[in-house]
C-alpha cells in the first residue's frame, strides 16, 4: 500500500523556520521524483519545490527561492521541505507528491497535506 505521510506543519511567527517530512512507502522511492506542493484557500495548488531521484536536481518556485530547501535522505524513504524566512502568505496545505514515468506510463502519489499558518 502506498503511502505518504507529511509531518512537520504546525502555526508560526512571521520570520521562523519550519521544517516539513514526508515519509513513503509502498512504492520504490529512489526511482521517483519528489515534490512539494501547497494549496492556499481560494487558490490552486501550486508546485513549490522538486527534487530527483538522485537528489542531485531541484527546482523551486521563484516565490520562496532563497527561502525552502527541498532534500531527501534515499536510505531512509523520506524527502524534506526546510522552509525560512516565512512569510503570512506562505499559509497554506503543503502535500507531498511521488511522480515517475516509466514507459509513457505516468504514475502519482499524493500524501494527505500538513497545515502550515504563518501569523503573529
Known amino acids: 500500500q502506498v503511502q505518504l505521510v507529511e509531518s512537520g506543519g504546525g502555526l508560526v511567527q512571521p520570520g521562523g523556520s519550519l521544517r516539513l517530512s514526508c515519509a513513503a512507502s509502498g512504492f520504490t522511492f529512489t526511482s521517483y521524483a519528489m515534490s512539494w506542493y501547497r494549496q492556499a484557500p481560494g487558490k490552486e495548488r501550486e508546485l513549490v519545490a522538486a527534487?530527483?531521484?538522485?537528489?542531485?536536481?531541484?527546482n523551486y518556485a521563484d516565490s520562496v527561492k532563497g527561502r525552502f530547501t527541498i532534500s531527501r535522505d534515499n536510505g531512509k524513504n523520506t524527502v524534506y521541505l526546510q522552509m525560512n524566512n516565512l512569510k503570512p502568505d506562505y499559509t497554506a496545505v503543503y502535500y507531498c507528491?511521488?511522480?515517475?514515468?516509466?514507459?509513457?506510463?505516468?504514475?502519482?502519489?499524493w500524501g494527505q497535506g500538513t497545515q502550515v499558518t504563518v501569523s503573529s
Open positions: 527534487i530527483g531521484s538522485t537528489g542531485i536536481s531541484t
Open positions: 507528491n511521488a511522480r515517475r514515468y516509466y514507459f509513457s506510463e505516468e504514475y502519482v502519489y
